[in-house]
């Protein structure tokens, strides 16, 4: 089946530094990726979705200055989390639609701890 | 009319019981109903899904019952075993909007052995 490859699945970075967080769909082309945020305990917050070759499309109240996005591959997406706070410790995850919207597969996210 | 309410917020059921968790949405326009399911620590997987034109779709333990009328959609775990002890998750799509997923606040589910 389609896999969505996300690395790293945890990472532990200084306040203020960036940490970039990728997304691959390994056997298909994803010509469109959602980036997500999760709290403990809370649903999935979609925080932007980006379309190969073009710029992302970002979720009100989402800063994209902050929160880059990058997709110029069909295969690759990027999460980068410019000047890291402990208030943007959360769990990150990308998905990839597979069938115009009926076939969402996700990645298996990664734990930002920002200290 | 975007949101999608979904009940109870946690549920504990004996093994061998039925698992019932319950979702309801405003937006007539939603075309497609998947359920998710999430283990701690790691990303969503597509359980069962179904779209408005059938009232049930089965795939083994799981049972997605829905109502259009009355804008309600629900998700059976038979014979429900410790390993099904999850978050799941409702969901619904809109085709105006990129096809995103509008989500479900989630259901804790254990299952007692």
């Known amino acids: 089946g389609a896999v969505v490859s996300q690395h790293p699945s945890w990472v532990i970075c200084k306040s203020g530094t960036s940490v970039k967080i990728e997304c691959r769909s390994l056997?298909?082309?994803?010509?469109?990726m959602f980036w997500y945020r999760q709290f403990p305990k809370q649903s999935l917050m979609l925080m932007a979705t980006?379309?190969?070759?073009?710029?992302?499309?970002?979720e009100q109240g989402v800063e994209k200055d902050k929160f880059l996005i990058n997709h110029a591959s069909l295969t690759l997406s990027t999460l980068t989390v410019t000047s890291a706070h402990p208030e943007d410790s959360s769990f990150y995850i990308c998905?990839?639609?597979?069938?115009?919207?009926?076939?969402?597969?996700f990645g298996s996210g990664t734990r930002l701890t920002v200290v | 009319q975007q949101q999608v309410k979904q009940s109870p917020q946690s549920l504990i059921v004996q093994k061998g019981g039925i698992s019932i968790i319950n979702c309801a949405y405003e937006?007539?326009?939603?075309?497609?109903f998947p359920w998710y399911q999430q283990f701690p620590g790691k990303g969503p997987a597509l359980l069962i899904a179904?779209?408005?034109d059938v009232s049930e779709k089965k795939e083994g333990r799981f049972t997605i019952s829905f109502n259009k009328s009355a804008k309600q959609f629900s998700l059976h775990i038979m014979d429900s075993q410790p390993g099904d002890s999850a978050t799941y998750f409702c969901?619904?799509?809109?085709?105006?909007?990129?096809?995103?997923?509008?989500w479900g606040a989630g259901t804790k589910l254990i299952i007692k052995p």
């Open positions: 998905s990839a639609d597979l069938d115009r919207g009926y076939g969402y597969t």
């Open positions: 056997d298909f082309q994803a010509t469109t």
């Open positions: 980006s379309n190969e070759g073009s710029k992302a499309t970002y």
């Open positions: 937006n007539t326009a939603f075309d497609y």
């Open positions: 179904i779209r408005p």
């Open positions: 969901a619904a799509s809109l085709m105006d909007s990129n096809y995103q997923l509008i």
